[in-house]
């Protein structure tokens, strides 16, 4: 059970356009959902936090204009990359709080070429 | 604050020998302490989880680990290493009050045959 739904797991965008990633709480519901980058041979770190029905909670140095975060019902929270640029190239991972801890998706590898 | 450390960046063992990852946290309270492990570009599995209960956890594919609150480590063992085990290793604290999850920067373990 909790199992967290992660989609797309790669994608490739042009310079410039605009990237979205799904997570699907599928047998549960996320009232809280973590949005994290991972670069290349380091650790993840936290972007946001979002709540149902309210604006997510962005971590200091975050553009919330670029990194746009909905979390409008209690299965799914989307992470829409805006403008992207190579430097957004990363892997995303979204994760929610569950009774029995914390299930991540399985990622998301976004490359801008 | 929070934080964890995770002492060796890189762990090298030879399959059937034993593993030893370590991590030591800081925190003001009672920490939740996590160990997750990653497979490349995948997302994160649980290991074990410990939760101010048994001090030494039993977590999946044979690992386990101690907290040791004297001092503040919560390493990572297994008796015998297995191919499959080679993967990134992350320790991993819960901030009790938001409920982040702070990560350590990972220990990368190979596998010798």
């Known amino acids: 059970g909790a199992v967290v739904s992660q989609h797309p797991s790669r994608v490739i965008c042009k310079s410039g356009t605009s990237v979205k990633i799904e997570c699907r709480s599928l047998?549960?519901?996320?009232?809280?959902m973590f949005w994290y980058r991972q670069f290349p041979k380091q650790s993840l770190m936290l972007m946001a936090t979002s709540n149902e029905g309210s604006k997510a909670t962005y971590e200091q140095g975050v553009e919330k204009d670029k990194f746009l975060i909905n979390h409008a019902s209690l299965t799914l929270s989307t992470l829409t990359v805006t403008s992207a640029h190579p430097e957004d190239s990363s892997f995303y991972i979204c994760?929610?709080?569950?009774?029995?801890?914390?299930?991540f998706g399985s990622g998301t590898r976004l490359t801008v070429v | 604050a929070q934080s964890v450390t995770q002492l060796d960046s890189h762990v090298s063992v030879s399959e059937g020998t034993p593993v030893l990852l370590r991590c030591n946290y800081s925190?003001?309270?009672?920490?939740?302490l996590f160990w997750y492990v990653q497979h490349p570009n995948k997302g994160l599995q649980l290991l074990l989880k410990y939760t101010s209960a048994a001090t030494l956890v039993k977590g999946i594919n044979g690992f386990e680990a101690e907290f040791k609150k004297s001092e503040t480590s919560f390493h990572l063992t297994k008796p015998s290493a297995h191919m499959s085990d080679a993967a990134e290793y992350f320790c991993?604290?819960?901030?009790?009050?938001?409920?982040?999850?702070?990560f350590g920067q990972g220990t990368e373990l190979s596998v010798k045959p």
């Open positions: 991993v604290v819960s901030d009790n009050q938001g409920g982040k999850l702070i």
């Open positions: 047998d549960f519901q996320a009232t809280t």
């Open positions: 925190s003001s309270y009672s920490p939740s």
């Open positions: 994760s929610a709080r569950t009774n029995y801890g914390y299930t």
